[in-house]
């Protein structure tokens, strides 16, 4: 069983930064592509930003390009979104995902295609 947390949320002005981090513990994530999601109220999931399993390949969604960096660091089991200028309109819960095979070589975009979800942390950027 995987587990992913979620961390590094919380209130920001506009303008601002944060970093997100997405912790795995019962499997390594090393050899699985990883992404982040977000939800706003009243709104469906969105894709923000992809990365392969080995780094080697990500994919942002065009709303972050530009202001979302997706990374990660394989030996610390870990993946991280890094936000810079943050507007309103980022405001939402944001989740992490692991892949649902191993070895992608793409950075998948869609929801479908991941297997294990975080509880997410809340992103809110005021005006």
């Known amino acids: 069983q995987v587990q992913l947390v979620e961390s590094g949320g919380g209130l920001v002005q506009a303008g601002g930064s944060l970093r997100l981090s997405c912790a795995a513990s019962g499997r390594p994530l090393s050899t699985y592509g990883m992404g982040w999601f977000r939800q706003a109220p009243g709104k469906e999931r969105e894709f923000v930003a992809a990365?392969?399993?080995?780094?080697?390949?990500?994919s942002h969604a065009d709303s972050v390009k530009g202001r979302f960096t997706i990374s990660r660091t394989n030996a610390k089991n870990t993946v991280s979104l890094q936000m810079n200028n943050l507007k309103p309109e980022d405001t939402a819960v944001y989740y992490c995902?692991?892949?649902?095979?191993?070895?992608?070589?793409?950075?998948?975009?869609?929801?479908?295609?991941?297997?294990?979800w975080g509880q997410g942390t809340q992103v809110t950027v005021s005006s």
């Open positions: 995902a692991r892949h649902k095979w191993e070895y992608l070589s793409q950075a998948r975009a869609d929801s479908n295609d991941y297997a294990y």
């Open positions: 990365i392969t399993w080995n780094g080697g390949k990500t």
